[in-house]
């Protein structure tokens, strides 16, 4: 039986990366196919969870996506919510920030559109990018980044208190695995377009990366607002944990379908 509290960084307890295993395959049960039948069925019950919550119109579900280039936002994305209503379910994603973005403060892009109640939203990279990316490359100093962490926890603790379910999943890969992943993009002709000469800058970096999120990880994972170490060299471990982590997270909701208008009985429809 796997268990999901091994994958979550618990509030408090100090963290390293280097305990978790990026080539676990434990959430993968057997063969490709028996991957692709369980991930089916899961899909399948994520979008009746996605139903049920949209119908209730109570909770709100946010999942952030974070991980090195290649580690599989959008493979996540794609088959762990294949099945769900595209309706139920929004994508958001943060690339460089633009001008009107960068004139205001780093949390507002990510304020605009966070869930309403009924609502899934994925985040495609997050307001984590901001201790991330600019930390590494020493775009802000050291005593911004630990304004931010309580800034970041802070406004996360306000999403929850409104009603928010936050998930956040770290797609933890190899530096391996990564340049088999680059490697495969430049040889594919169908991927090429993908590749650019500056994932290989933010490559030489991974080690400092590395340090980087194992912070995030040690800041900002919360009660109610959890991080999950997601082992991703192997796609379907990936895709499979992440949808029993969602799923089990849904069903802990108890959620309720609202009681229909009486007096439908009798009603014949003509
Ligand atoms: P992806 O690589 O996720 O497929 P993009 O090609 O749009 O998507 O790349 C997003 C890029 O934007 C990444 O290199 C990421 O580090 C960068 N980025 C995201 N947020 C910020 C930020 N706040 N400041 C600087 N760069 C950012």
């Known amino acids: 039986m796997l268990k999901l509290k091994t994958y979550c960084v618990k509030p408090g307890k100090k963290v390293k990366l280097k305990d978790w295993n990026p080539a676990d395959k434990s959430a993968s049960p057997g063969t490709g196919a028996d991957d692709a039948r369980e991930l089916a069925e899961l899909a399948a019950r994520l979008d009746e969870l996605q139903d049920l919550l949209y119908a209730e119109h109570k909770h709100k579900v946010l999942l952030v996506l974070q991980g090195m280039d290649t580690s599989g936002k959008d493979g996540v994305i794609r088959h762990v919510f294949d099945k769900v209503d595209p309706l139920g379910v929004r994508v958001a994603s943060f690339g460089v920030p633009t001008k009107e973005e960068l004139d205001r403060d780093y949390l507002w892009r990510v304020h605009k559109v966070v869930p309403g109640k009924g609502e899934i939203v994925i985040f495609n990279r997050s307001h984590y990018e901001d201790v991330l990316v600019v930390r590494v490359h020493d775009w802000i100093d050291e005593k911004e980044v630990q304004r931010r962490f309580k800034q970041i926890n802070a406004f996360e603790k306000l999403l929850a208190d409104n009603g928010t379910i936050i998930i956040k999943c770290f797609l933890y890969i190899s ?25 290989l800058e933010e490559r030489k970096l991974w080690d400092r990366y590395m ?15 959890p991080w999950y170490v997601i082992p991703a060299d192997s796609k379907s471990s990936r895709n499979l944990l992440i949808s029993r982590i969602l799923i089990d997270t849904l069903e802990r909701l108890k959620m309720k379908y609202p009681e229909p208008e009486e007096n439908l009985d009798g009603v014949v429809i003509k």
Do not use: C, H, I
């Not at 391996?176 to 994932?199: C, H, I, V």
């Open 175 to 199: 530096k391996a695995e990564q340049k088999r992943r680059l490697q495969a993009r430049l040889d594919d002709p169908t991927k090429r377009w993908k590749f650019r000469l500056g994932d």
């Open 211 to 225: 340090s980087a999120y194992q912070d995030v990880l040690n800041q900002t994972s919360m009660s109610y607002a």
